[in-house]
T-cell receptor, first 114, second 113 residues
Framework: NAGVTQTPKFQVLKTGQSMTLQCAQDMNHNSMYWYRQDPGMGLRLIYYSASEGTTDKGEVPNGYNVSRLNKREFSLRLESAAPSQTSVYFC?????????????FGDGTRLSIL | KNEVEQSPQNLTAQEGEFITINCSYSVGISALHWLQQHPGGGIVSLFMLSSGKKKHGRLIATINIQEKHSSLHITASHPRDSAVYICAVNIASLWGSQGNLIFGKGTKLSVKP
């Protein structure tokens, strides 16, 4: 049982390039989340999806787009990467749509933008 | 203003010591989480609590709702406990987004043998 799988684990981009971070969970969870983690700051929510077919903005959505492809997969796209988007990105999921539940995290994607 | 504050930011302990990490929050919450981030980067959930106290092995988490404060204790600390410990809260009033978490900046713990 893999849990939450993120690909790639590492990526280096040039400013202006685009890429998609992939996230898949095999736990039949309804809600999925994308966070970024920067030095000296707590995890910040970029986008979330409470259920298949819905997505909502979090605290720091600018420069990103997301797709909830199906119940398993939630992707994060950088259309035109900027150095300020250098960060570690985490995907997470919970079983329900709402309410208090522990989140299950992927191992992260370390993204550097030159 | 940070809604979730942790202290200390960094903590170094000797193996066997009793460790306490604190978390204070300024908003109404429906639950508080303690997470552990390993040196390799992965994040795992340790506890979720909305009242009282929970214990798992050598880890104990407590919460005081009236004082808006939680503590994570580690008894008989070991070098393998070295990690970043993160406090996070579910805000009570945001209908449709109660699953969303607000995170503290983390406490980096290093346990020396």
């Amino acid at each position: 049982n893999a849990g939450v799988t993120q690909t790639p684990k590492f990526q280096v981009l040039k400013t202006g390039q685009s890429m998609t971070l992939q996230c898949a969970q095999d736990m039949n969870h309804n809600s999925m989340y994308w966070y970024r983690q920067d030095p000296g700051m707590g995890l910040r929510l970029i986008y979330y999806s409470a259920s298949e077919g819905t997505t909502d903005k979090g605290e720091v959505p600018n420069g990103y787009n997301v797709s909830r492809l199906n119940k398993r997969e939630f992707s994060l796209r950088l259309e035109s990467a900027a150095p300020s988007q250098t960060s570690v990105y985490f995907c997470a999921s919970i079983i329900g749509q709402y309410g208090n539940q522990p989140q299950h995290f992927g191992d992260g994607t370390r993204l550097s933008i030159l | 203003k940070n809604e979730v504050e942790q202290s200390p930011q960094n903590l170094t302990a000797q193996e066997g010591e009793f460790i306490t990490i604190n978390c204070s929050y300024s908003v109404g919450i429906s639950a508080l989480h303690w997470l552990q981030q390993h040196p390799g980067g992965g994040i795992v959930s340790l506890f979720m609590l909305s009242s009282g106290k929970k214990k798992h092995g050598r880890l104990i988490a407590t919460i005081n709702i009236q004082e808006k404060h939680s503590s994570l204790h580690i008894t008989a600390s070991h070098p393998r406990d070295s990690a970043v410990y993160i406090c996070a809260v579910n805000i009570a009033s945001l209908w449709g987004s109660q699953g969303n978490l607000i995170f503290g900046k983390g406490t980096k713990l290093s346990v020396k043998p």
